[in-house]
């Protein structure tokens, strides 16, 4: 049997770790599609070397650009791979420009396309994502899911054939040492906040973009360490908006992207998250760590239902207000892990296509 993965973007090089490994345990011949929607080097090649994700087979080289652009490159290149390896499954995971070229490359080829992330909504169709969602899972064959709401998403637009409950894949990544990473970053255990940006809504809206970058430095004014790997895109806005000037408190401390082990044990060891990444907002919980969500909606409910995650918007006095407070809370946090499975979603995933199939 051969399956033909599509990944691109640095949230897919993690999930396909897992799923990629299990496929290969089960004697699967995979072939690894790399779309080069994502490239530097700390948002593209460091997964595949940290994780020992195999080289991919083909490098589409797409980069950035426009939507359509990015999506249309994608769309052409993945089609000729396809009708050269002739795979019997084709997989997309989550839900960027790279997922849904993809599925849309293969599902004109009548080829089965299995997603894995299905069903989540946002419900909100100006984030760009929200539509690379719903029309992969509408053409899709086979539907991985990470959580009941999920599923129930899917029956609510009709789908449910081939809907399979697994769990969330990034819950089966290993943990790593922490002590390590905290020492090379300057950081002391539960002493500082972590910090990701990188959505569209808040990187490409001045407002947002100014509010939330104001709102860090007062957070840091209050004596508070923050750890700030900084998203491409995210570095790109705040230089042309003139945002990162000399004025940065020295506690407000901005790294390139960090590699996924060292993200994990920043993680465990965070105080509080404050982000806007889909996966973020997941694995802090997993390690007992809130976050603080820089978003009106979210795909992700759960977690925000039993008050754990705050959805808190983008507004410079809820930022900071939600921050402190939570900073100077003596509690410790269980960790949230009841709702995305057991861990064994790669497995589960991966026997998916063998039952099916
Ligand atoms: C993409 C996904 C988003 C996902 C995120 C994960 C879409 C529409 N968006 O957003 O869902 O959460 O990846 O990180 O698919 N850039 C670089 N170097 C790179 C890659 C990008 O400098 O290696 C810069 C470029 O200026 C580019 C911008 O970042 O124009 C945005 O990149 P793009 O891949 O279009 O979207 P992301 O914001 O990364
Ligand atoms: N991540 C990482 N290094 C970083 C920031 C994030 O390894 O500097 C990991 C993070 O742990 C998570 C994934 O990247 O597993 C999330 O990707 P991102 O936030 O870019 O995208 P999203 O999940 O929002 O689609």
Same mark, same amino acid.
């Not at 569209?200 to 947002?208: G, I, R, V």
């Given at each position: 049997m051969k399956v033909l993965s599509v990944v691109g973007a640095r949230p897919q090089f993690i999930k396909a770790v897992v799923v990629s490994k299990k496929l290969r345990q089960k004697g699967i011949n995979e072939i690894l599609v790399h779309t080069g929607q994502h490239y530097d080097f700390n948002v593209s090649d460091v997964f595949f070397k940290e994780l020992n994700l195999p080289k991919p087979n083909y490098y589409l080289g797409v980069g950035s650009g426009l939507? #359509?652009?990015? %999506? #249309? =490159?994608?769309?052409?290149?993945?089609?000729?791979?396809?009708?050269?390896? =002739?795979? @019997?499954?084709v997989i997309v995971y989550g839900d960027t420009n790279s997922t849904l070229a993809g599925a849309l490359a293969v599902s004109k080829l009548r080829i089965p396309v299995a997603h894995v992330e299905a069903g989540l909504r946002s419900y909100n169709k100006n984030m760009p994502e929200e539509?690379?969602?719903?029309? %992969?899972?509408?053409?899709? @064959?086979?539907?991985?899911?990470?959580?009941?709401?999920?599923?129930?998403?899917?029956?609510?637009e009709g789908i449910t054939k081939n809907v399979y409950l697994v769990g969330y894949v990034m819950l089966d990544i290993a943990l790593v040492d922490i002590n390590e990473v905290l020492k090379k970053y300057n950081l002391e255990y539960k002493n500082f906040i972590l910090v990701t940006i990188h959505r569209?809504?808040? %990187?490409?809206?001045?407002?947002?973009?100014?509010?939330?970058?104001?709102?860090?430095?007062?957070i840091a004014q209050n004596n508070i360490k923050i750890f700030f790997p900084?998203?491409?895109?995210? =570095?790109?806005?705040l230089k042309e908006n003139k945002l990162l000037g000399n004025n940065i408190p020295n506690n407000l401390i901005l790294s390139e992207p960090i590699s996924y082990k060292e993200m994990v044990a920043l993680e465990q060891s965070a105080k509080l998250i404050i982000t806007d990444s889909g996966g973020v907002q997941k694995e802090g919980p997993f390690f007992g760590t809130p976050c603080i969500i820089l978003?009106?909606?979210?795909?992700?409910?759960e977690i925000i239902d039993i008050g754990f995650n705050k959805l808190v918007g983008t507004k410079k006095e809820n930022i900071v207000k939600t921050s402190l407070k939570i900073f100077n809370e003596e509690k410790i946090y269980a960790p949230v892990r009841e709702f995305y499975g057991d861990g064994r979603a790669g497995e589960k995933n991966s026997k998916g296509y063998c039952f099916k199939l």
């Open positions: 939507h #359509g652009e990015q %999506t #249309g =490159k994608m769309l052409i290149e993945i089609e000729k791979v396809i009708l050269k390896e =002739k795979a @019997d499954l539509i690379n969602r719903v029309l %992969t899972d509408h053409i899709s @064959d086979i539907l991985f899911c990470s959580s009941k709401v999920a599923v129930e998403n899917l029956k609510k569209a809504e808040n %990187t490409d809206n001045l407002e947002n973009l100014k509010n939330i970058w104001e709102a860090l430095v007062e900084i998203h491409p895109r995210t =570095k790109k806005a978003r009106n909606e979210t795909e992700w409910t």
